[in-house]
Nanobody, 123 residues
Framework: QVQLVESGGGLVQAGGSLRLSCTAS???????MGWFRQAPGKEREFVAT????????SYADSVKGRFTISRDNAKNTVSLQMNILKPEDTGVYYCAAGALTGAAPMTMRPAYWGQGTQVTVSS
């Protein structure tokens, strides 16, 4: 069993930055980690993922060039640096652990979810 706890959400103005962190407990060795988000009235969508070694990452087109995912396996953490935030980035952000899909465009198939953290970007 894996538990994931997110932190770092909040309210920020458009153009600003936020950094989300997720701490994992339990067995995550070999797992991909990633972030998804869900805006009000919309389905949950993929944001970014990183493989176990940190050597490969993939992003949704909507966040490429603005968001950066990273992980520290020694600390069991994965982070999402979000820059040049836009109002359309608003939503609940969920940390996930699972496997890469293995097909382009590369996303991930979560096996575990965190409880989510709210990100609100004002215009």
């Amino acid at each position: 069993q894996v538990q994931l706890v997110e932190s770092g959400g909040g309210l920020v103005q458009a153009g600003g930055s936020l950094r989300l962190s997720c701490t994992a407990s339990g067995r995550t060795t070999g797992s991909a980690m990633g972030w998804f988000r869900q805006a009000p009235g919309k389905e949950r969508e993929f944001v970014a993922t990183v493989n176990w070694s940190g050597s490969f990452s993939s992003y949704a087109d909507s966040v490429k060039g603005r968001f950066t995912i990273s992980r520290d396996n020694a600390k069991n953490t994965v982070s999402l640096q979000m820059n040049i935030l836009k109002p359309e980035d608003t939503g609940v952000y969920y940390c996930a652990a699972g496997a890469l899909t293995g097909a382009a465009p590369m996303t991930m198939r979560p096996a575990y979810w965190g409880q989510g953290t709210q990100v609100t970007v004002s215009s």
